[in-house]
């Protein structure tokens, strides 16, 4: 005879719907987990990029607020200004800097002739090793930062042309879009612009723009 408190098994149906309420739970718990982890990679990756703009830009302020008004003489003997870019130029910013670090006492001039330009979205430093070279001198380049559509330098003459508008915004109808020697009177130097401004279109981030004053002497 059989007690009446023997065990009892669970159904098929029973087992059927524990085995679906645990694979829903774990599909719960794997997306939750899944959309975390993708959560704490994307925050990660705008982290380190916005590190490496800030990076690119604290370079670039340094080089344009160290400005010096010292001219170079290029490869072809030609005598290029302090500070020449945008639009018309070869490069969209070059100019002379001072208060290039010399560790290794090398015999070597601390002003340094910088070059900034945009090439396939990425945007490129390089400097030459001498301030006045030959043929022969090569230019030290380095990508500094990737996935960059737009680099635009603009210029202002005068800070008294500086113009400011009723919305505390300023008025760039007196900037430049080029800063470059006028070909038709050779012998005839080009002065340093008052002010600078950059625009750098990043992807997936937008724009960043910096105005800098450059300084008098």
């Known amino acids: 005879?059989?007690?009446?408190?023997s065990?009892?098994?669970f159904t098929l149906i029973e087992v059927l719907v524990a085995?679906?309420?645990?694979?829903?739970?774990?599909?719960?718990?794997?997306?939750?987990?899944?959309?975390?982890?993708?959560?704490?990679e994307a925050l990660r990756i705008s982290t380190e990029r916005a590190r490496d703009i800030g990076q690119v830009m604290a370079i670039?302020?340094?080089?344009?607020?160290?400005?010096?008004?010292?001219?170079?003489?290029?490869e072809f003997g030609q005598r290029m200004p302090a500070v020449l870019g945008g639009e018309l130029a070869r490069d969209e910013l070059t100019l002379t800097r001072a208060g290039w670090h010399n560790s290794t006492g090398a015999p070597r001039s601390t002003l340094q002739r910088v070059h900034w330009w945009i090439e396939d979205e990425t945007l490129w430093r390089g400097y030459f090793p001498v301030l006045d070279?030959?043929?022969?001198?090569?230019?030290?380049?380095?990508?500094?930062?990737n996935e960059v559509e737009g680099f635009e330098v603009r210029f202002l003459p005068s800070l008294a042309k500086l113009e400011i508008n009723r919305d505390d915004v300023i008025d760039r109808k007196n900037w430049e879009d080029s800063w470059v020697?006028?070909?038709?009177?050779?012998?005839q130097g080009l002065?340093?612009?008052?002010?600078?401004?950059?625009?750098?279109e990043v992807s997936g981030l937008g724009e960043v723009k910096r105005l800098y004053v450059l300084p008098e002497h």
């Open 7 to 9: 065990a009892r098994g």
């Open 133 to 145: 070279r030959t043929v022969g001198t090569e230019r030290i380049e380095t990508a500094v930062l």
């Open 1 to 5: 005879m059989v007690s009446k408190f």
């Open 19 to 40: 085995m679906a309420i645990t694979a829903l739970v774990a599909m719960v718990s794997y997306s939750a987990l899944s959309a975390a982890i993708s959560s704490a």
């Open 181 to 187: 020697a006028d070909v038709s009177q050779p012998n």
């Open 60 to 74: 670039l302020s340094r080089d344009i607020r160290q400005v010096a008004k010292r001219p170079v003489i290029d």
């Open 191 to 200: 002065p340093s612009p008052a002010a600078v401004e950059v625009t750098m």
